[in-house]
């Protein structure tokens, strides 16, 4: 159980540093020159040569790439060319937003993606499921972004229930601790709902399909002859199996969940990693976007870790040592 | 194929749409940035005509430009964007696929790293990266989509190929003294042409969601070139008073997305082997 793990350990890292090195090179490989960009059009090329000593830009690549690997491994961040914060504190500040809201939308559009999943599988082929896989497939086909927009128009603009932007009201620190509880719920209603609604399609319809795909197995065959009542069959025998595929899916689907958690972000205003990025990326701040690329590489690694010691703990076949 | 509901309908939602993208001069407005009088024709209500005698389907937009035209003249962008993406992954995915399935040794685990690399990174974040250094354009667009979607295609090809190369017909290839090249092309690319083409199917609805959403944060096509994503962006401060410019965009969105999800759904049920990877690549390709 635990050498697989700390292969798979190693084997993140290696995606992080993998990441990392991209993203430098892709940096350097960039038309412009930051330094350049930082001393402004009118600066004589002296100016330019100056600052480019300044940030080392004319040291080898090899040797700017360790140096900034080492310092990137301290913590070292450098600052935002944008605020002049640490990048670092802007990262620390962001990254729980994200996790709150990609963990929550997860277990809500799973919790809801496998029932609908369930239910169709147990009807599958009548008119209901046919109505409930059109429903799913609308639902994984709509745009999180435009969802978003759509829900902000009839929850905040047309019945004004629900605010739109940010984590918290502007007056939220002033409030008694229920008021301030209840003021943060409501703004995480929004862009909690967008991400679970987006979610849910995929999930029913993968459900559906491993469920689907077990019946006519020598086990569901066995369980029946034993006169089991359907019901039971269906969740303790064809659920149990489907649900296996269905972690490995979420570690999979992890990439996929945070790419949608940038749009929503960036849609509520969400004061997460994703917001982040987009705007770093929308004002050119590498600083900025070099290290949320490497922080959000990191928060889907460890997830995938998360699902895989799931999937070691829902399916013992796979923790024996024969078995990989 | 035909007896299939979900492929008639993914078809005929798909055919609309490439016939008004097609057909976008003629039965529009014809010009996607034509604006005449702005103050007159601003956020006019679907099912209108303004004072110039012009009918509007589905309104106008802030500038008082038609969305119907724009939508029409967007669907170009996002189907061609869509395409021209999904095929750059697929020439990526099958030269890396096959050549990890030939190669074996080092070349095949050196390439299988880098797809199982590529395939934990954050795809957006990526495209977000790679769009915001170099200067937005529908070119970029479609090279970044190209690069970062080639993965699931490539684990296709490669898993596919493997089962291929021990088939009796390819070791008879092998025995009458054809090379990797030949085997390849001649004898296992065709097998492998349905399941790249169910790929591309979905890929295509993925594709074009992502393009629309980098043009929706303005890294993608630039206005005043429509793009369903910009019409999205520019519809964002109209959403009380003009709702249907960014409704317009995103329903179409949804209706091309749906229809290669059904074509993909029923083409992947004809070869049932595969099915239960259906629902996962769909999910993992976004």
Known sequence: MLRPLLRRAVASLAVIWGVVTLVFLLLHAAPGDPAGLLVGPAASAEQVAVQRHALGLDRPLVAQYGGWLGRFVRGDWGNSIATGRPVRDLLLEAWPATAKLVVLSILLSYALGITLGVVQASVAGSRLDTILSAASVTLFAVPGYWLGLMLVMVFTYRLRLLPAFGAGGLDAEFLPPWAQALDGLRHLALPLATLTLVGIGGVARFVRGAMVDLEGSAFLLTARAKGLAPSRVLLRHTLRNALIPVLTLLGLSLPAIFSGTVFVEAIFAWPGVGRVLVQAVQARDHPVVLAAAAVSAGLVVAGNLLAEMLVAWADPRTRRPDAR | ?286
């Open chain 2, 1 to 286: 194929m035909l007896d299939d509901a979900r492929a008639v309908l993914g078809s005929a939602l798909l055919t609309g749409v490439v016939l008004v993208a097609l057909l976008a001069p003629v039965i529009s407005t014809g010009d996607p940035a034509r604006q005449r009088d702005v103050v007159a024709t601003r956020l006019l209500p679907p099912a209108s005509t303004d004072t110039f005698g012009v009918f509007h389907p589905l309104g106008t937009d802030r500038l008082g430009r038609d969305v119907w035209t724009r939508l029409a003249f967007g669907a170009r962008v996002s189907l061609s964007v869509g395409t021209l993406a999904v095929v750059l992954s697929i020439a990526i995915g099958v030269v890396v696929g096959a050549t990890a399935a030939l190669a074996r040794g080092w070349v095949a685990t050196g390439l299988l790293a880098l797809t199982d690399f590529a395939l934990a990174l954050p795809r957006v974040v990526l495209l977000l990266l790679l769009a915001a250094l170099w200067s937005p354009s529908v070119t970029v667009v479609i090279l970044v989509l190209g690069v970062t979607g080639w993965m699931t295609v490539a684990r296709l090809v490669y898993a596919e190929s493997r089962g291929l190369v021990t088939r009796p017909f390819a070791e008879a290839a092998l025995a009458l003294g054809a090379g990797r090249g030949r085997l390849l092309v001649r004898h296992l690319l065709p097998n492998l042409a349905t399941p790249i083409v169910v790929t591309a199917a979905l890929g295509i609805g993925n594709a074009i969601l992502l393009e629309a959403g980098l043009s929706f944060l303005g890294l993608g096509v630039q206005p005043p070139a429509p793009s369903w994503g910009n019409m999205i962006a520019a519809g964002r401060d109209a959403l009380m008073d003009a709702p249907w410019i960014a409704g317009a965009p995103g329903i179409a969105l949804v209706v091309v997305v749906v229809g290669c999800t059904l074509l993909g759904d029923a083409l992947q049920e004809r070869l049932s082997p595969a099915r239960r990877m259906r629902a996962r690549q769909s999910v993992l390709s976004r």
